[in-house]
Structure formats: C-alpha cells, structure tokens
C-alpha cells in the first residue's frame, strides 16, 4: 500500500517522465529536419530519418502504457537506456553523417555537444529517481572522456593548456575537455544529492501531516483496503501530559514535531510505513513480514532499539531548546492488519487497523507496570531469526479481549 508521499513521488516521477520522452522527441526531430535538408544522399536520409521516427515511435508507446499503468519504473529505466545511447551516438552522428567535409576529431569535441547532455540532465531531475539522474551525468562524462580519446588518435590533432587555441579546429585544450568531464560527473552527483533530498523532504511532510486527521462522518472516506502480514510497532511518550503541563501551545508541537521527526526518520530506515496517528502521543509503525520481504519482526525490533538509543540525544536537544526532556514506552506485535488510504477532506492518509494494532498498543501499556521501556509478543519472538540469542522473558499478564495470559519479552540489546 502506498503512502500519500510515495503516490505524490510517483505523479512526479510520470511527469519527469513525460517531460524527459517529449525533450528527446523533440530533439529528434529537429535532427531528423537538419538532416533532410542536408546535402547527403537520399537513401542514406531516409535511412537516418527511419531509424529516428522508430526511436521516436518506441518512446510514445512507453508513455502510453505509463499512462495506463501508472507504473514509471519499467518505462524510466529503458528511458535512461535510450538517453545514453543518444548521448553516445549524437557525436559520431555529427561527425559521420552531418557534416559535408568531416570535421576534425578536435572541432567534434568543442561542439555544443555538452549542452544536449546537459539540457537531457536538467529534464532528468524532474524523475526523483537520484540513480537516473547520476547515471546520465556519469555516461555524459565517460562519453565526453571517449571523445578525448577518439581526438587523441587523429595525428592531426594539437594538445594546449592555454584557451587561445580554442579557435583552431585541430587544437584541444586539454583543461576545456578536462573541466567538460568533471562537471558532467559532478552535476551528476549534485543532482542524484538534490532528488535525494526533495525525496525526503516530501516524505517528511507526509510523516509531519499525520497529526491533521479528523474523523468525521461528512470527511472520511476509506478506500483501497486491503490485507497484510506485517509486524507493527506501537510507540507512546510516556507521561506526557505532565511532564509539558505549563508549557505553551507552540512549545508543546514543537516537542511533538521533533519527536515524530526523530522517530519517523529511523522507521524510514529500517523500511518501516509510518500509520497515521489517531492518539497525538503514540505513533504507529507497519513493517511488512508477507513473503518476498525482509524480515520486519527483525527490522521492527532493530528500530525499537535504536529508537530507544536515540532519546538520548533527542533531550539534548530539547535541552538546547529549554524544552523538557521525554521517555518512550514500545510495543511490538506481529500478525494480520487491515491496510488502506483514508481519503480525510480530499487527502489520501495511510492508516494501519485490526486486532493485530490494538494488541500492539495493549503490549506496549503493559511497559507502564514492568517498567521495562521495549516489550514484545511471544508471536513476534517466534519470528525472530535466532531469538534465543537476545529474547528475554519479562513476565505473563492479562491482556483484555484474550482469556489466557500472555508472556511478554525484550531484548538485551537495550
């Protein structure tokens, strides 16, 4: 199930994709112009113009089925391949075909080629696929290296340091070319840096928009439910409503907002779903366990500890902040939840529910009278690989809806 972040990611990455297709039909169509009225022979044009108007053919029955699909990952990533291909093969078009006399190997590399690169590059940022956008700088420099070396093997050519020979046709200034790589790799890598954050800045604001859900009959309306196997991790401050009495109103959210930041940030990394809260002070957490995933009884567990492990600094820097410092109390419960996306005033907000959350939340209560802050279902120390090693029993307690008592555990990794 997708959260409202990943399906705002995913609008964005279509119409990257859209925006990147059209550029390189564009560009190649204005090749395929340049190249009718060109002096070269009539076969060898309609040969050139065939190939493109396939390139161009393939490219729009992509978006089409992106279109249908909704799903860009498939068309993006054969997108790419054909980026690179032109960007390979856009130089030796131009030396082999384009040019009446050709053009010395030295002139081939001063061209303007480094701007279609760059302007193909620039189009790419629009994907929020970091690994795109650095694969397409890194080949613009090794072809832009390649064409340095093709240069190399002419015996016309002349090597400079200096940018006066630029002007002469056999002449490379070797610091142009130098300078033409570096930046190809590097805006590569500044732009793969600047996805990378615009991807977790719009998954911090899904996580930041969670607090803002109402429930009332006129608002919400569930949809796209469905069924998962899934470890879920119940996360409370404990003993908040005291520890901030007297504080203002901007000073409490604040507390609030760098708890959730803190935490949401590490649930992220053990590939964990952030639920939408229904209680201000205890977060929900989903860590899939169905079949082809990761283990997330281990995951969820793994980012309890370093939960735990973080408060810590988390109160210096509440301290910083003159802001009074917290602890947490963790449950963690392994089975069946109903997943979906509740659409609250025209918001889509990924929501965990089920008996499987209710006990999770029941284990975590159960943190108040055993004092100990990270708790666990013998069901989830089942599913943990080599459990022995690290499970420790806490106690048996009763636990509302069930007749039997039920034994809880941690970990002594805390």
């Not at 699909?69 to 093969?89: E, H």
Request: net charge neutral; glycine share 8%.
């Amino acid at each position: 199930m997708s959260l409202p972040a990943d399906n705002l990611l995913r609008q964005k990455e279509i119409h990257g994709l859209y925006a990147a297709t059209f550029a390189r039909v564009f560009l190649l169509l204005a090749i395929g112009v340049v190249v009718y009225y060109s002096s070269l022979s009539q076969n060898l044009i309609y040969e050139i113009c065939g190939t493109m108007s396939f390139v161009i053919l393939v490219s729009l029955i992509m978006i089409f089925n992106v279109h249908k699909s909704r799903n860009p990952k498939g068309a993006g990533i054969f997108g790419l391949i054909l980026d690179v291909l032109i960007l390979a093969a856009l130089p030796l078009f131009w030396y082999f075909f384009l040019a009446e006399k050709p053009l010395p190997p030295a002139a081939l590399t001063k061209t303007m080629y480094p701007f279609i690169w760059l302007l193909i590059l620039i189009v790419q940022l629009f994907s929020l696929r970091p690994s795109m956008v650095f694969v397409i700088g890194l080949s613009a420099g090794l072809i832009q290296a390649g064409l340095l070396v093709f240069t190399y093997l002419d015996p016309n050519t002349k090597f400079s340091t200096s940018l006066s020979g630029i002007s002469d046709a056999n002449t490379v200034v070797i610091t142009y070319q130098a300078a033409a790589i570096l930046s190809a790799i590097f805006s590569g890598l500044v732009g793969a840096y600047i996805v990378s954050s615009v991807r977790n800045l719009l998954v911090d604001a899904e996580f930041a928009s969670g607090d803002e859900v109402l429930f009332t009959d006129n608002t919400s309306d569930a949809r796209s439910g469905t069924e998962t196997e899934a470890a879920v991790l119940s996360c409370e401050i404990k003993n908040f409503t005291a520890e901030t009495e007297g504080l203002e109103a901007e000073q409490i959210f604040k507390v609030l907002s760098m708890f959730h930041r803190t935490m949401g940030a590490i649930v992220r990394s053990h590939n964990g779903k952030i639920a939408a809260n229904n209680e201000t002070l205890c977060a929900a957490f989903m860590f899939s366990v169905g079949p082809r995933r990761n283990n997330g009884a281990e995951q969820a567990l793994q980012a309890a500890v370093k939960m735990l492990e973080s408060i810590d600094e988390l109160n210096k820097l509440l301290a910083e902040n003159k802001l009074p410092e917290i602890e947490i109390d963790i449950g963690i419960h392994c089975g069946t939840i109903a997943v979906g996306s509740l659409h609250i005033n025209g918001r889509p907000v990924f929501t965990l529910a089920g008996e499987t959350v209710t006990f999770a939340q029941r284990v975590k209560n159960a943190c108040k009278s055993t004092g100990v802050p990270l708790l666990f279902s013998g069901f989830t120390k089942d599913m943990l690989n080599g459990s022995e090693k690290y499970a420790q029993p806490v106690g048996s307690f009763s636990v509302r809806g069930k007749e039997e008592k039920i034994t809880v555990y941690t970990t002594s990794q805390i």
